[in-house]
Every structure is written in structure tokens, then in C-alpha cells.
């Protein structure tokens, strides 16, 4: 069975900063990928999804993530973070089945002024 | 475009009561699915459906039971809630034309149980 980890469960930065996000996956061949955003007591917004092609994808409002596979990671990144950017993000695997999309942890993102 | 309504928002229950949950979608969406999204433990799968009349166990199914008889609609019903089941809960549905399409959430439902 797949799964997904995303080994930090906080993260602080400031704004300005630059952020990386982790994300690891466990799957025996190359699944779809995707990163949601949620905002305090909010539904999830989808950032940006890979499928195929061009390992390095980029999303809504700034954010781009780059798909490694030897690596077995997606990670999320954004140079300059903004204040709006505080929220959790999940990051999710999908194996190509309809029953099959399966979520990390989620991290939990705080900016500092 | 309404996407994916959830209905209600916040509900508070009482131990042993039933209540239902209503989802629908207004995007012809053949999968339609129901998380349940705790603290440190992510989004878990509860239920899903492919299509009308076919429904099937996720992840964590116990203690919540769905049906689909139209393609619009997916809601998941607590027959006798238990405190373990106080969640905020996401309902999501996608088209299964073609491949790795992006799921659609509703806004969410936040289920107290005392």
C-alpha cells in the first residue's frame, strides 16, 4: 500500500524567507502527486498536482514543487513566503485507482513578521 | 459554480444519537468520497462510491454507513455517534474520466460529540 510522510509537523518562518516543505511517498511505480493548502478552519485548495512530464511543477500563488524520483519526494517550495501563506499543507499520493488518494500528516506552516 | 456542498457546518451530538451528513455535487463527478481529518493524523478515507448504487469501505469505516442513489448526492450517516467520531469531515468527489484528476473538497463539517 502507498503512504506519505511529511516529517515536519511545524515549521516557522519569516516573511521574506524562503520555505521548503517535505514530502515523502512509498509506491512501487510513479504516482500522481499533489499538494493542498488549508487555511484555519477551511476546506483543502489544491496547490499544484504532477502527473507526468516536466519534473518541476508549479502552482497557485506562487508555489512550485519538484518531483525526484530517486528521491521518492515532491517537495514544496516558494522563494519569498508571505504572511498569507500561514496554514497547513498536505501533501497526497494518488495511485491512479479511484480509491486510492492517500494524505500526510500535514505540516503546519507559521510566518513571523 | 457550486463545486461540493456540505451540509451542516457544526453539528454537536449527543453520545448515541444518529445524525446524517449530506453531500452533493454539481460537477456529474462519478467518484464521491468521505474524510475524516483529525489532529497529527492527516485525511483518512471513510466511505467511497464510483458511481450510483456502488459504494465501499476506506480506511476507517466502522461506525458510518453511505449510499448513493444519485450522482449528485453521497451522505454519510453516524447511526450511533460515539465522542471517538467528534472529526471535521470532508467530503470530495472526482471525475474518473481519464487520469490522476484532481478531487474536489466541500468546505467541511465540524462533528462534536459529547
Known amino acids: 500500500a502507498q503512504s506519505v510522510t511529511q516529517p515536519d509537523i511545524h515549521i516557522t518562518v519569516s516573511e521574506g524567507a524562503s520555505l521548503e516543505l517535505r514530502c515523502n511517498y512509498s509506491?512501487?511505480?510513479?504516482?500522481?502527486l499533489f499538494w493542498y493548502v488549508q487555511s484555519p478552519g477551511q476546506g483543502l485548495q489544491l496547490l499544484l498536482k504532477y502527473f507526468s512530464g516536466d519534473t518541476l511543477v508549479q502552482g497557485i500563488k506562487g508555489f512550485e514543487a519538484e518531483f525526484k524520483r530517486s528521491q521518492s519526494s515532491f517537495n514544496l517550495r516558494k522563494p519569498s513566503v508571505h504572511w498569507s501563506d500561514a496554514a497547513e499543507y498536505f501533501c497526497a499520493v494518488d495511485t491512479g485507482t479511484a480509491s486510492k488518494l492517500t494524505f500526510g500528516t500535514g505540516t503546519r506552516l507559521q510566518v513571523t513578521l | 459554480n457550486a463545486g461540493v456542498t456540505q451540509t451542516p457546518k457544526f453539528q454537536v451530538l449527543k453520545t448515541g444519537q444518529s445524525m446524517t451528513l449530506q453531500c452533493a455535487q454539481d460537477?456529474?463527478?462519478?467518484?464521491m468520497s468521505w474524510y475524516r481529518q483529525d489532529p497529527g493524523m492527516g485525511l483518512r478515507l471513510i466511505h467511497y462510491s464510483v458511481g450510483a448504487g456502488i459504494t465501499d469501505q476506506g480506511e476507517v469505516p466502522n461506525g458510518y454507513n453511505v449510499s448513493r442513489s444519485t450522482t449528485e448526492d453521497f451522505p454519510l450517516r453516524l447511526l450511533s455517534a460515539a465522542p471517538s467520531q467528534t472529526s471535521v469531515y470532508f467530503c470530495?468527489?472526482?471525475?474518473?474520466?481519464?487520469?490522476?484528476?484532481?478531487?474536489?473538497f466541500g468546505e467541511g463539517s465540524w462533528l462534536t460529540v459529547v
Open positions: 470530495a468527489s472526482r471525475s474518473l474520466i481519464g487520469s490522476g484528476n484532481t478531487i474536489y
Open positions: 509506491y512501487g511505480a510513479t504516482p500522481y
Open positions: 460537477m456529474n463527478h462519478e467518484y
